[in-house]
């Protein structure tokens, strides 16, 4: 070989090619005697019937890859093949041979394991077993048939869709080729069908012709039975259906009635003109039921209870507050016990019914069952409906009295007058007198918008005034109570926004850590303060827990926009938009912080600075907030102002210069609050109120008012009546005119009210002219001819009488139901309607019954009531309110116009039951609250008199006031005299007018205590003649000392130092 390659035939092997020619033989001797004895053990495996040992045989002996599924596959066609190479006739040696490389022989002897590269002497080879080559080529196609299987297996879809595929496309082709041939012969095959069809129809046509003529009568019979037979079974089984689904048709049918009757009422709602057919179904709302009578009395007695509750709980509330001066004047100014015992009884005042009873037990007052009393009263019904419904006098009533005056009148009379708006009714009736007294006042008194903020505008405090009252409390309470609870509760929230404050705390704190005086100065400024570093830290702790505390208070408020009562948000509209008008020029800033001066600060600020004040937090007889909890809410309500008015922190606050960024972006808040808070609706539409409401209401306005305050009213409005009513024929002129001059107490008490002779006769009328009388308010002119009130009274009963006849006569339109004759079922449904009213309205109380002309008209007959509804609505298109040519479509709204606001005023209604049972409630807590702060006075006061008592044995103070002595003997106490110029001498006489002090030794006062404890009489001699004596009671001194007053007239000549006399008859008398 390597002379072949070389071309050299003197090339020569060298060692290491003959060493690797040696054991390449020996590698292939090896490999070829490893294949004979896999050869051997497959064909001995395949004698012996052994399929298990050929698949390890065959990977290890001849290095195939195998698979164990294939096992028996290997033994079946191995044993197959071998079948084929028997010959049984063969004489054959155990040797088998093998070629290595295709050109080495190798022999193996099967039996003995010997092989050897050189054929053995006489030896036959085996012919009958497989070979290496033929074991190899079988396995390897039993490998690949199983391979390609599982190929196929795994790509059976695929196959399956080239099939369907090749398939697909011979059916269509197919498909094409049949179409395309059947469209070219379309117009033959139509033809041989059409032939062919009319053939056969023909032909069977002819023969069931034959057939029917034959049997006509037959035919007729069988039809009818099946027709019979079809209806019955049809409506049986609809029958039946219908019985089995009776709850579902129950159902659909309520639905669809439900669905017409809400699709009628909201034509009736929304539809422009409602059709007459719509108004009829719908008429029956506006009778009254016994519940609405039912719900009218109590919503009555419940406004009553409200009024009267509301007034006592203010009087309860001056009083106490009196009680509180005179205890802290017993401390500090040493009054008799006496006076405050005698104050205290006041507190328990005889009751409203009681009160009545002696007003009215007689039937003498001003209720007296005579034709003048009753007079009387009429007219003051008429006045104080006139007052009640025309703001204009009111308005400017309140500008004709002094501030103080006013004041007083509005929290009394006016409030009362509105029942304290405890109805929808009497709170759009009092907003419309805010409205007109806030414009009056701003066009008359306010010159720069600024006035509104700098002064002390009357309505505006009556506005926050009453909506702080027992009405805006609960708002108050629920917008505030919570984050106010809050603060007070955090225990560990301590503000402190003063440098010098928080410096002097910080000093006192390091004395207390060190036991040692400080060297620090106490007194500081403020600047000294805020060299220290731990005040500005302490400082800056404090404003950033301030902003915290003042995010919650806003985050309230801001949230709370619906929870504010209607009447601030609608005076804030009416303030923003009248000093609009009056000041064109002011930009919507000025404006929205007038606004929030009204909103924030006048309303809800003073109920965070005193949460106690204003019903906000509860607090306990004698119990008080701790100074730091109310420095806290001071220090949140100071910021919120600042925010509210875009105020920043400058001058003397300059060191809270770091909340000037906050501020302003909490002025953008406030500003978009205030904006949405002036976005109300108008009071008509808010309330549903207008001119024809107290027509159509089912009761009277009524009022509970006192006899003091309606001879307070007259008195007034006798006083400024040239003011208030300017023209001549003004309605209030004829009213004053016809009151005539003010009455007193006793005329509306009657005759006999009152002992003559009872020396406490004044103080009982006194008492008796606080007693409440109701009076139900009805107008004078509503039936007055030629005015426009008549005409809106006469439309109010050609309304009533059109619902009669719409309810008991059909008819599309008007006209036709006004000129058809009335069948008699339709006359005996009109008596029984007219019957039915009857009877309702004798059940009905007598303030709640309406005008007898319209009674009257309800009971007429049918046709009478025709031909006056045609006098009317002839009457009402001459004053340009209906018309003909529309077919009286105008009255037909105004009749809708009343069952909408029938159905709101019934949920309104309801709504003020609740809303007044739960102010009521409050009411009563409030009440419960003050009359345990009484308990707490009387033990207070009873603890004095038993110190007393113990203190002095000598005297014994009685609680009706009056001085015992033992024995049951009343004590004279001397009298004091005195020259006025000894009193000028200790102070207590300062001058005497026309005398000179030279003289004062001529002049003696005698001071002479009266039975009363605390009452003096006091006489003035002049060279021993008695000029004059004046009665002065201490508690009058007192009273002058706590307003303030120092000095005092006395005989209207001498001026007297009022402190030092107090101190003088203490001295003297009380031994103090």
């Known amino acids: ?27 292939n001797i090896k490999e070829a005697s490893s294949l004979a004895v896999g050869m051997s053990m497959i064909n001995k495996s395949l004698e012996k019937g052994d399929s298990q040992s050929i698949p390890m045989i065959l990977q290890s002996k001849f290095g195939l890859r195998v698979i164990p599924e294939c096992a028996e596959t290997y033994f079946r066609n191995l044993s197959e093949a071998k079948n084929l190479k028997y010959k049984e006739d063969s004489n054959e040696s155990p040797w088998i041979h093998l070629v290595m490389k295709n050109m080495y022989d190798y022999y193996y ?25 033929e074991i190899q080529s079988i396995v390897g196609q039993v490998t690949a048939d199983y391979n390609r299987e599982q190929l196929w297996l795994a790509n059976e879809n695929l196959i399956v869709q080239l099939q369907a595929r090749a398939r697909g496309f011979l059916v269509r082709k197919n498909y094409q080729e049949r179409k395309a041939y059947l469209q070219n012969q379309e117009p033959s095959a139509i033809k041989i069908q059409a032939f062919w069809k009319g053939f056969k129809q023909r032909r069977s046509y002819v023969e069931r012709l034959k057939v029917l003529q034959g049997n006509v009568a ?24 219908f019985k089995d689904h009776n709850d579902e048709i129950v159902k659909i049918q309520a639905f669809l009635r439900a669905n017409k009757a809400r699709e009628d009422y909201r034509i009736l709602i929304s539809a422009e003109n409602p059709p007459l057919t719509v108004l009829r179904k719908f008429a029956y709302l506006l009778d009254q039921s016994d519940l609405d ?299 929205l912080k007038i606004v929030g001066n009204l909103l924030y600060y006048r309303y809800m600020n003073p109920a965070i600075v005193a949460p106690d004040g204003f019903d906000i937090i509860d607090m306990t007889a004698g119990g008080q907030i701790h100074p730091d909890q109310r420095r806290n809410l001071g220090c949140v309500a100071k910021v919120l102002q600042h925010a509210a008015s875009n105020k920043l ?71 400024h009546q040239d003011a208030i009513a300017t023209e001549p024929n003004d309605l209030l002129n004829e009213l004053l005119e016809g009151l005539g001059p003010v009455p007193d107490v006793q005329s509306f008490l009657g005759e006999g009210a009152v002992d003559p ?84 309205d004798s059940k009905t ?24 509804i045609q006098r009317n609505l002839r009457t009402l298109e001459q004053a340009g309110l209906v018309s003909s040519a529309s077919k009286y479509q105008e009255i037909i709204n105004e009749i809708a116009k009343d069952i909408r606001n029938q159905r709101r005023y019934r949920h309104h209604r309801k709504a003020e039951l609740v809303k007044l049972q739960q102010t009521l409630n409050a009411l009563n807590s409030k009440t419960a609250f003050y009359e345990e702060q009484i308990n707490y006075y009387n033990t207070y006061i009873r603890t004095c008199l038993d110190n007393l008592t113990r203190k002095n044995s000598r005297r014994s103070i009685k609680l009706d006031g009056k001085e015992e002595v033992k024995g049951s003997k009343k004590m004279k106490q001397a009298s004091l005299k005195y020259t006025a110029a000894r009193l000028h001498e200790k102070g207590v006489i300062l001058e005497i007018e026309d005398l000179q002090i030279n003289q004062f030794k001529n002049v003696m006062f005698e001071i002479t205590p009266g039975e009363e404890v605390g009452d003096f009489e006091i006489k003035a001699k002049f060279l021993g003649v008695e000029m004059e004596k004046v009665q002065l009671h201490f508690q009058d001194l007192l009273q002058m000392q706590y307003e303030g007053v120092a000095v005092m007239k006395m005989f209207d000549k001498a001026k007297v130092n009022v402190n030092l006399l107090i101190f003088l008859l203490n001295k003297k008398f009380y031994g103090k």
């Open 845 to 868: 109380p007598e303030e709640m019954k309406h005008i007898q002309s319209v009674f009257e008209d309800g009971q007429l007959p049918i046709e009478q009531k025709k031909r006056k």
């Open 293 to 591: 009578f039912q719900e009218e009395l109590e919503v009555t007695r419940l406004r009553e209870e409200v009024v009267t509750k509301i007034r006592s709980n203010q009087q309860l509330e001056k009083d106490l507050n009196l009680m509180d001066i005179k205890i802290g004047l017993l401390v500090k100014n040493r009054i008799t016990l006496q006076d405050v015992v005698l104050h205290s009884k006041k507190l328990n005042k005889k009751s409203k019914s009681q009160l009545e009873e002696m007003v009215m037990g007689d039937k003498q007052g001003i209720k007296g069952l005579s034709k003048e009393r009753r007079k009387k009263l009429e007219a003051y019904q008429h006045l104080f409906y006139l007052l009640q419904t025309n703001p204009t006098y009111l308005a400017k009533l309140i500008f004709q009295m002094p501030q103080n005056k006013s004041t007083k009148f509005m929290d009394t009379v006016i409030f009362t007058l509105y029942n304290y708006a405890s109805n929808q009714r009497e709170e759009y009736l009092l907003l419309k007198l805010f409205k007109t007294a806030l414009e009056e006042e701003i066009n008359s008194k306010v010159d720069q918008i600024q006035d509104i903020v700098t002064g002390n505008p009357t309505v505006i405090k009556m506005v926050v005034s009453f909506n702080r009252g027992a009405r805006g409390q609960n708002t108050l309470r629920q917008l505030l109570a919570p984050v106010v609870k809050e603060i007070m509760e955090d225990k560990s929230l301590i503000i402190n926004t003063s440098p010098v404050d928080v410096y002097k705390s910080w000093v006192n704190q390091l004395e207390m850590q060190t036991g040692e005086a400080s060297k620090l100065p106490y007194d500081v400024t403020t600047e000294q303060a805020l060299t220290h570093t731990e005040v500005v830290n302490k400082l800056e702790s404090s404003i950033q827990s301030l902003r915290a505390v003042t995010d919650k208070v806003l985050t309230s408020i801001f949230s709370s926009l619906n929870m504010m009562p209607y009447g601030m948000r609608y005076i804030a509209k009416v303030l923003k938009s009248t000093l609009h008008e009056k000041f064109p020029d002011a930009t919507e800033d000025e404006l």
């Open 109 to 133: 002897n099967v039996e003995t394991g010997e092989g050897t590269c050189v054929a053995p002497e006489g030896v036959v080879p085996k012919t009958s077993w497989l070979t290496g080559e």
């Open 649 to 719: 922190f400058e001058g003397e606050s300059e060191h809270l210069s770091s909340m000037n960024t906050y501020l302003s972006q909490t002025y953008q808040k406030f500003r978009n609050f205030f904006q949405a808070a002036c976005d109300v609706p108008e009071p008509e539409e808010k309330f549903n109120i207008d001119e024809y409401s107290d027509m159509v209401t089912l009761r009277k306005p009524v009022i509970y008012i006192s006899i003091e305050e309606i001879i307070n009213t007259h008195s007034l409005l006798l006083e």
């Open 757 to 840: 002779n009872d020396p406490n006769r004044e103080s009982m009328l006194n008492q008796l002219a606080k007693t409440e009388i109701s009076l139900s308010l009805t107008s004078k002119y509503e039936l007055r001819e030629g005015e426009d009130q008549d005409l809106k009274c006469l439309m109010i009963k050609t309304k009533r009488l059109l619902v009669d006849m719409i309810r008991t006569q059909p008819g599309d339109t008007l006209l036709e139901i006004l000129e058809t004759q009335p069948t008699a079922q339709q006359e005996s449904e009109h008596l029984k309607l007219v019957e039915k009213r009857a009877i309702l």
């Open 1 to 27: 070989m390597k002379f072949m390659e070389s071309q050299d035939e003197t090339a020569l092997l060298w060692l290491d090619e003959i060493q690797k020619g040696i054991s390449d033989a020996n590698n």
């Open 218 to 241: 037959a035919i007729i019979k069988i039809q009818s039975w099946v027709k019979m037979w079809l209806a019955k079974r049809a409506y049986r089984k609809r029958l039946q259906y």
